[in-house]
């Protein structure tokens, strides 16, 4: 028997039952599909992540209190308050720095935020005019804040657009008040939209002068965080380290390993977030695998039914002569184009489920040619596995025993 006749006979076979095959084949598109859209969406968190990052400078330094690794500076174990604005004026001031172009001082809180009826929980950030060259924003109208706001800690607030939408509804936020902490403030500027999600968000923030925030807002005599721009990607490590000694050297420690701050570059938390997102789509693609596995037993299941309901003819077919080769090439052909079929279907569905996903959310639609490739190995791959057993039990039937069977 050719095998093209083979492939024709078993398409006939699995269009006598329409229903029982499309719910065998039920499992394996809902298997493919869930495969193909959870790989997607845990492709499109790991771009979105990355372009929130990214879109903070590719070039940027963050020195924070506390010790974790910090490239060429390993710190242990430290507190939460050891950086002074001193710090950050001897970093733009030391001779022994010779590869940072800006530094931006900071500190931030979350906070709530009110202008009449409307409040909103949103990060305040202590900032100096050099925060705009450090994170790469801009301001859409209005301006940022002076050195003059900072010098006379000035009750005046830049505010990104979330804010405007939250406490405005989209109107012109220039020359009108919100409250922080209980004192008023007057909005002088809005940044253009960053984009985000979340804690992550750029644009759910408020910008008050570094001296403000620290005196007036929330009492404190330290920073959060210190900002540096290296003058290009290729110095990060030894900006990373000509920061870190001068840092030991002001706070009197001899010892990198127990510095009490901490040096992160855009590429560490690249890195930190690529292994998380990872380890997020693994899980995801993980589960969607457990739906190709029970789609694979119900492929089994309905073939062993098509075996027993067939014994007599399989009986007919192997008295005349049919090898056991062919009876089991017919049963795997039927399982795999069961799998095949359902492959492509899932796989049509998952891309338009990722697509569905990708616009709903406003995050980027990522399509792995990778995981459709898979989709299509497994998906065969499903169809000789659980098709075999089956195939196989169907040869292995006496002749004589089959004919006899009711």
Same mark, same amino acid.
């Given at each position: 028997?050719?095998?093209?006749?083979?492939?024709?006979?078993?398409?006939?076979?699995?269009?006598?039952?329409?229903?029982?095959?499309? =719910?065998?084949?039920?499992?394996?598109?809902?298997?493919?599909?869930? @495969?193909?859209?959870?790989?997607?969406?845990?492709?499109?968190?790991?771009?979105?992540?990355?372009?929130?990052?990214?879109?903070?400078?590719?070039?940027?330094?963050?020195?924070? /209190?506390?010790?974790?690794?910090?490239?060429?500076?390993?710190?242990?174990?430290?507190?939460?308050?050891?950086?002074?604005?001193?710090?950050?004026?001897?970093?733009?001031?030391?001779?022994?720095?010779?590869?940072?172009?800006?530094?931006?001082?900071?500190?931030? *809180?979350?906070?709530?935020?009110?202008?009449?009826?409307?409040?909103?929980?949103?990060?305040?950030?202590?900032?100096?005019?050099?925060?705009?060259?450090?994170?790469?924003?801009?301001?859409?109208?209005?301006?940022?804040?002076?050195?003059?706001?900072?010098?006379?800690?000035?009750?005046?607030?830049? @505010?990104? /657009?979330? @804010?405007?939408?939250?406490?405005?509804?989209?109107?012109?936020?220039?020359?009108?008040?919100?409250?922080?902490?209980?004192?008023?403030?007057?909005?002088?500027?809005?940044?253009?939209?960053?984009?985000?999600?979340?804690?992550?968000?750029?644009?759910?923030?408020?910008?008050?002068?570094?001296?403000?925030?620290?005196?007036?807002?929330?009492?404190?005599?330290?920073?959060?965080?210190?900002?540096?721009?290296?003058?290009?990607?290729?110095?990060?490590?030894?900006?990373?380290?000509? @920061?870190?000694?001068?840092?030991?050297? *002001?706070?009197?420690?001899?010892? /990198?390993?127990?510095?009490?701050?901490?040096?992160?570059?855009?590429?560490?938390?690249?890195?930190?977030?690529?292994?998380?997102?990872?380890?997020?789509?693994?899980?995801?693609?993980?589960?969607?695998?457990?739906?190709? =596995?029970?789609?694979?037993?119900?492929?089994?299941?309905?073939?062993?039914?098509?075996?027993?309901?067939?014994?007599?003819?399989?009986?007919?077919?192997?008295?005349?002569?049919?090898?056991?080769?062919?009876?089991?090439?017919?049963?795997?052909?039927?399982?795999?184009?069961?799998?095949?079929?359902?492959?492509?279907?899932?796989?049509?569905?998952?891309?338009?489920?990722?697509?569905?996903?990708?616009?709903?959310?406003?995050? /980027?639609?990522?399509?792995?040619?990778?995981?459709?490739?898979? #989709?299509? =190995?497994?998906?065969?791959?499903?169809?000789?596995?659980?098709?075999?057993?089956?195939?196989?039990? #169907?040869?292995?039937?006496?002749?004589?025993? #089959?004919?006899?069977?009711?």
């Amino acid at each position: 028997m050719e095998y093209t006749e083979i492939i024709t006979e078993s398409f006939g076979t699995l269009t006598i039952n329409k229903l029982r095959t499309g =719910l065998a084949a039920l499992g394996i598109v809902i298997g493919i599909g869930s @495969v193909i859209a959870l790989i997607s969406l845990g492709q499109a968190t790991e771009q979105s992540v990355q372009n929130q990052i990214q879109a903070l400078g590719s070039n940027l330094l963050t020195v924070i /209190p506390g010790a974790q690794n910090s490239g060429g500076v390993r710190g242990a174990a430290g507190g939460g308050t050891t950086l002074t604005l001193d710090d950050a004026k001897a970093i733009q001031s030391s001779s022994q720095i010779t590869t940072i172009t800006n530094v931006s001082p900071e500190f931030s *809180r979350r906070t709530q935020v009110t202008t009449g009826k409307n409040n909103t929980n949103t990060q305040v950030i202590g900032a100096t005019p050099t925060y705009l060259q450090v994170h790469k924003a801009s301001i859409g109208q209005g301006a940022f804040i002076t050195q003059k706001d900072v010098d006379g800690m000035t009750k005046v607030a830049v @505010v990104g /657009p979330q @804010v405007v939408s939250d406490l405005f509804d989209n109107s012109d936020p220039i020359g009108q008040t919100i409250r922080i902490s209980g004192q008023t403030f007057t909005i002088i500027g809005e940044t253009v939209s960053k984009g985000g999600t979340g804690f992550q968000n750029q644009d759910d923030l408020v910008f008050v002068p570094l001296s403000t925030a620290q005196k007036q807002l929330f009492g404190a005599d330290y920073l959060g965080s210190i900002a540096l721009e290296a003058k290009s990607a290729d110095v990060m490590t030894d900006a990373q380290n000509e @920061v870190g000694y001068l840092l030991l050297s *002001r706070h009197k420690l001899k010892d /990198p390993t127990q510095a009490d701050f901490s040096i992160f570059s855009q590429q560490d938390i690249l890195n930190t977030a690529a292994s998380a997102t990872g380890t997020f789509t693994t899980l995801l693609s993980g589960i969607a695998a457990i739906s190709l =596995l029970v789609g694979g037993i119900g492929i089994m299941n309905i073939m062993l039914v098509t075996v027993t309901e067939r014994t007599r003819e399989i009986g007919l077919r192997k008295a005349l002569g049919a090898k056991k080769r062919i009876i089991i090439t017919q049963f795997l052909i039927e399982a795999i184009i069961l799998t095949f079929v359902g492959g492509i279907i899932g796989m049509v569905l998952g891309i338009l489920a990722s697509f569905i996903i990708s616009n709903l959310t406003n995050s /980027p639609f990522v399509l792995s040619l990778q995981s459709i490739l898979l #989709a299509t =190995l497994v998906s065969a791959g499903i169809g000789i596995l659980f098709g075999w057993y089956p195939a196989r039990r #169907a040869a292995n039937l006496q002749p004589i025993e #089959a004919l006899r069977y009711e």
